[in-house]
């Protein structure tokens, strides 16, 4: 049987307002199922039915996925008492039940997927996966080989923690170092945690890229766009 759902909650699912308004606007006829006005807000319908308000075509997408370049300053969270969170940086019209996939601490910028998909969320988050993230840093001190070789080995971050190896690629060695670290964990403050690990300090930290998604270079921090579908299709195949 096709699956069926109150068409306030369509409504809501969707952005259109929230489920109260999205109430109300149903009762005084502002919304049509297939070419018929519908009042009432608990009125089951599918997800193939044509639904309109004030006569515009509301699609039912079950599921979505943005990419947002995370901007320093906003908090990966749904919700923050203090903070805004990356999800106040998706419109209002967007829909209710998004979420971002890990998180970036507060002052990192770059790739975060946001989406409602909890199943490919726990995929890419899954320590079992080993899913890559590539990050670009600039560190205060100079990177050298040695740290590309610790790096490789494993660096103590707690007591009784060892990171897994991961690769280090020195773009710039100086007073302030510039580097691309590839890891496949994503442990809190995991590289901030692995340059303190070998004496140096992470100034500037951005995620670059997760498995097989890249950040967009046209977005700029702040900006999102749905993922295309070859994006989808290489995120999903690559569980
Ligand atoms: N590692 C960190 O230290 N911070 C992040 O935000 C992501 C990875």
């Not at 690769?167 to 890891?183: F, H, P, V």
Request: hydrophobic letters at 40%.
């Amino acid at each position: 049987m096709a699956v069926q759902l109150r068409l306030d909650k369509f409504l809501a699912d969707m952005g259109v307002g929230a489920r109260s308004e999205v109430k109300q606007w149903i009762r005084k006829g502002r919304v049509k199922v297939n070419d018929s006005i519908v009042t009432k807000p608990e009125q089951k319908v599918s997800l193939e039915d044509m639904v309109c308000f004030d006569d515009t075509r509301i699609s039912y997408q079950s599921v979505v996925y943005y990419m947002l370049h995370k901007p320093a300053g906003v908090v990966s969270a749904t919700r923050d008492k203090v903070s805004r969170t990356v999800l106040d940086l998706i419109s209002d019209r967007q829909r209710k039940d998004l979420f971002p996939v890990g998180r970036l601490d507060k002052d990192t910028e770059g790739l975060l997927l946001i989406t409602n998909d909890g199943e490919l969320a726990h995929q890419l988050l899954s320590p079992k996966k080993h899913v890559d993230k590539v990050y670009y840093a600039k560190v205060s001190g100079r990177v050298t080989e040695e740290d590309a070789k610790a790096f490789r080995e494993g660096v103590r971050i707690e007591e009784d923690y060892c990171t897994l190896p991961a690769k280090l690629t020195i773009l710039a060695s100086d007073a302030i170092s510039e580097i691309e670290l590839t890891i496949q964990e994503g442990k809190f403050h995991q590289v901030k945690r692995m340059f303190e690990a070998v004496g140096k300090e992470v100034i500037y930290l951005k995620r670059l890229s997760m498995g097989s998604l890249v950040l967009d270079e046209k977005l700029k921090p702040g900006e999102y766009r749905e993922l295309t579908k070859e994006e989808i299709v290489l995120l999903k195949s690559a569980r």
